[in-house]
């Protein structure tokens, strides 16, 4: 505060957007730690991220086996990812709160949009997956099958 006229001023720290972006997806840090490090509030940290445009790079390789999962880093914030298992690239992605079939329908869309030919998808066993993936080879994951046995069992028949 101004001693001479009252006026209050706010001590506004310039952050790097891309320096948390990149803190944010390699170092692997939670919201509220990036908050903590940076000496931001949790809810400028979320604007910052969002305001990141990462440029998308359409893999050259357009046969894929396409793994597709969501990841949450806490209750109401996660991230649907499409990736190819061969070349380990993430082919798409979408921030969610939380997982539904038109996620996954939407970033298959996007995957065929662009020339994909999926070859294979490797997916949990969330209900109406296997109805929506159709049209393709679907593998639900190996640690899914261990938790259901009757799966394994009816794949092993196949």
């Given at each position: 505060m101004c001693k001479s006229c009252g006026k209050r001023f706010i001590i506004r720290k310039d952050v790097d957007s891309e320096g948390l972006w990149r803190d944010y997806v390699f170092g692997k840090q939670t919201i509220f730690q990036l908050s903590e490090s940076y000496g931001i509030s949790p809810n400028t940290v979320r604007r910052k991220l969002d305001s990141i445009r990462v440029p998308l790079i359409i893999s050259s390789s357009k046969n894929v086996i396409v793994l597709m999962d969501t990841t949450y880093w806490g209750r109401n914030f996660g991230v649907v990812v499409l990736k190819?298992?061969?070349?380990?690239?993430?082919?798409?992605?979408?921030f969610v709160r939380y997982e539904t079939?038109?996620?996954?329908k939407e970033g298959i869309d996007w995957l065929e949009y662009h020339k994909f030919?999926?070859?294979?998808?490797?997916?949990?066993?969330?209900?109406?997956?296997?109805?929506?993936?159709?049209?393709?080879?679907?593998?639900?994951?190996?640690?899914?099958?261990?938790?259901?046995?009757?799966?394994?069992?009816?794949?092993l028949k196949e």
């Open positions: 190819d298992a061969t070349t380990k690239r993430i082919l798409w992605r979408k079939l038109a996620d996954y030919k999926i070859e294979r998808v490797v997916c949990d066993g969330m209900r109406g997956m296997f109805q929506l993936l159709s049209l393709y080879r679907v593998q639900m994951c190996q640690y899914r099958l261990n938790k259901h046995p009757a799966i394994l069992r009816r794949i």
